[in-house]
């Protein structure tokens, strides 16, 4: 379970807006491997976010792997212009696709990574068909729309039961975990098995570059 190299990916969420690019790269130099880009849609949940200009501006100011996170309902309409923003992982919620498959396949086909992710409440079953045709799945520890939420403890459990079953059908597929992760939990939530976390708040909080550094330290040290 711990060989797997663990992954963080601060989200840009809780980032000062005004200066997104430098943000960026501050994080990225301190170890994040990955850039946790949160698209609202304003129906899939109550917030609106950004969308693909602001995806394409920030583009230049690194090369590590924009991952974004589609709480956006319908979120295939938008596969090929995110892939033309600078996607590089796509993020679709269960809950928001009508034809799960087809939409994994698209994004698939653009060239992208897939993810599939889960709302606190989703049980893992509705994984059971899809699970080899994805490479992430992301299973939110809160309910979606706002960071600085408190992590739902039950979320340990999930992760736990799907590392399992990712093993035993012998399947290469990272479990990535969001929100209200910090340094009080992190190293938990990698030991239930998930490899890539998202933080927000405990990134931006602060001294970024810092905070970042200690995280990564966290997720990747040995235990
Ligand atoms: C919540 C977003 C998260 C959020 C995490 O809807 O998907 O990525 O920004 O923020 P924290 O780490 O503050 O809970
Ligand atoms: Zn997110």
């Known amino acids: 379970?711990?060989?797997?190299?663990?992954?963080?990916?601060?989200?840009?969420l809780a980032a000062d807006f005004g200066r997104?690019?430098?943000?960026?790269?501050?994080?990225?130099?301190?170890?994040?491997?990955?850039?946790?880009?949160?698209?609202?849609?304003?129906?899939?949940?109550?917030?609106?976010?950004?969308?693909?200009?602001?995806?394409?501006?920030?583009?230049p100011w690194t090369d590590k792997v924009f991952d974004?996170?589609?709480?956006v309902?319908?979120?295939?309409?938008?596969?090929?212009?995110?892939?033309?923003?600078g996607a590089d992982l796509l993020c679709v919620h269960q809950e928001a696709c009508r034809h799960l498959d087809r939409t994994i396949q698209q994004i698939k086909d653009l060239g992208m990574k897939a993810g599939v992710a889960l709302n606190p409440a989703t049980s893992l079953e509705v994984l059971?068909?899809?699970?080899?045709?994805?490479d992430m799945v992301l299973l939110m520890s809160v309910n979606p729309g706002f960071g600085g939420q408190k992590f739902?403890?039950?979320?340990?459990?999930?992760?736990?039961?799907?590392?399992?079953r990712i093993l035993q059908q012998g399947l290469d597929v990272d479990i990535q975990v969001d929100g209200g992760i910090g340094p009080g939990n992190a190293r938990q939530v990698v030991e239930?098995?998930?490899?890539?976390?998202?933080?927000?708040?405990?990134?931006?909080g602060g001294d970024a570059a810092e905070n970042t550094r200690r995280l990564v330290e966290l997720i990747t040290g040995e235990s």
Do not use: W
């Open 192 to 204: 239930a098995g998930a490899n890539i976390l998202v933080a927000g708040s405990a990134v931006f």
């Open 20 to 59: 997104l690019g430098e943000q960026v790269q501050t994080v990225a130099q301190a170890g994040a491997e990955y850039i946790h880009i949160d698209v609202m849609d304003g129906m899939f949940v109550p917030s609106i976010s950004f969308g693909m200009p602001v995806i394409a501006s920030i583009r």
């Open 73 to 85: 309902e319908e979120p295939g309409r938008y596969a090929a212009d995110m892939k033309k923003a």
């Open 152 to 164: 739902l403890p039950y979320t340990l459990t999930k992760v736990r039961k799907l590392r399992e």
């Open 68 to 71: 974004v996170h589609m709480m």
């Open 128 to 134: 059971d068909y899809i699970l080899p045709q994805v």
């Open 1 to 12: 379970m711990m060989e797997r190299k663990c992954i963080l990916a601060p989200s840009l």
